[in-house]
């Protein structure tokens, strides 16, 4: 089976709830996965699926966990040729910078030559508190391409 890499960017804690819970999902599907709240290229192996899950902080910003890695990829710029990535971003569309924070991460892969595995889900806290309800039906729909 596969292994999956879940980088969290998160402020309040929604982001790692969800992780967690697309973490239990893939693991009763007998894939390997990793959580890290706190990310480092080192630590992520680019040959496996970055399941990115990300909140937006402030105007448009990355929670301040997962600034340092946004910076480090953008400082290195390192080979992402091999890395395939989702994003599942969450925001509140009462915003005008609505989920944008993730976008800056996913731009700097995609430099690094990092590609999209299967179109982003983009929550609206707005008309869905429980975030981790639509993450999980939105992995289910593409958890057998794994």
Do not use: R
Not at 38 to 49: A, F, G, Q, R, V
Not at 123 to 143: G, K, N, S, T
């Amino acid at each position: 089976m596969a292994k999956i890499e879940l980088i969290v960017g998160t402020t309040l804690g929604s982001a790692e709830y969800v992780a967690d819970e697309l973490a239990a999902q893939l693991e009763s599907l007998d894939h390997e996965t990793e959580v890290h709240l706190t990310p480092e290229l080192s630590d992520i192996d680019p040959n496996n699926l970055w399941l990115i899950v990300s909140s937006t902080h402030g105007a448009g910003d990355l929670p301040d966990n997962i600034q340092p890695f946004f910076d480090e990829i953008q400082a290195k710029k390192p080979n992402l040729n091999a890395t395939k990535f989702a994003l599942c971003a969450i925001g509140d569309s009462s915003y005008d910078t609505f989920c944008q924070g993730p976008e800056k991460l996913i731009e700097a892969m995609e430099n690094c030559g990092a590609q999209v595995y299967v179109d982003k889900i983009q929550i609206d806290v707005q008309y869905d508190p429980i975030p981790e309800e639509p993450a999980q039906a939105w992995l289910a729909e593409w958890q057998d391409k794994l």
